[in-house]
Each structure stands twice: as structure tokens, then as C-alpha cells.
């Protein structure tokens, strides 16, 4: 099983970025799906998770209202669009799915992606 996160660069606050993340290996149309980040000298934290069924959570602080996870399952393909991007949003992004349903916490992941960074910068 792999995961492949991509979309990631440099981009203006303010810009848009939208990463994807392609599942290989195995389909997991009906588990759950997630994105983290982790920035320098922090840990790593939760961004947004879409359940089976589309159900959709985001950290309510830092990304709701700016960030939008989508999934579409006939690609085995998750995605995360981000706007308004801060500096502050600057952080490698990892996606991950899980065997669960539905999944909130980086324990409940099974596999991770490789990461790929979000610098926000002028």
C-alpha cells in the first residue's frame, strides 16, 4: 500500500494550493482519510479527515472556513484544497487513511503518505 501526497510549494499568503493524495495498493473507498501537518519543531498535528461516506471534520482553529478535504473514490484519490494560505499554515502535509470508517486521531491511521511541504512565504 502506498500513498502518494503531491501539490505541495511556495505560495504567497493569501494563495491557494490544493494537494492530492493518491492510494495505491489497495482501494479505501470505504475508510477514512486524512491530512496532518507538521511543522518545524512542532508535532505533528490533525488538518481535516473525510469519513467513508463524505462525512467531513476540520481543527476548527486553524483551517475551517480556509481548507476543504474531498475525496473521490473511483481515483482511490484524496484531496485538500487550502486557501487564504498563511504563513503560519507552513508545514510539510502527510495524508493518511485508516482502517477505520470514520477516523480523527493520527493513531487511528495506518498508512501514511510521504509528506509533501507548504512553504507560505512573500
Known amino acids: 500500500v502506498q500513498l502518494q501526497a503531491s501539490g505541495g510549494g511556495l505560495v504567497q499568503p493569501g494563495g491557494s494550493l490544493r494537494l492530492s493524495c493518491a492510494a495505491s495498493?489497495?482501494?479505501?473507498?470505504?475508510?477514512?482519510m486524512g491530512w496532518f501537518r507538521q511543522a518545524p519543531g512542532k508535532e505533528r498535528e490533525f488538518v481535516a479527515a473525510i469519513s467513508w461516506v463524505g462525512y467531513k471534520k476540520y481543527d476548527v482553529d486553524s483551517v475551517k472556513g480556509r481548507f476543504t478535504i474531498s475525496r473521490d473514490n473511483a481515483k482511490n484519490t484524496v484531496y485538500l484544497q487550502m486557501n487564504s494560505l498563511k504563513p503560519e499554515d507552513t508545514a510539510v502535509y502527510y495524508c493518511?487513511?485508516?482502517?477505520?470508517?470514520?477516523?480523527?486521531?493520527?493513531?487511528?491511521?495506518?498508512?501514511w503518505g510521504q509528506g509533501t511541504q507548504v512553504t507560505v512565504s512573500s
Open positions: 493518511a487513511a485508516s482502517e477505520l470508517t470514520v477516523a480523527d486521531f493520527p493513531k487511528e491511521y495506518d498508512y
Open positions: 495498493g489497495r482501494t479505501f473507498s470505504r475508510n477514512a
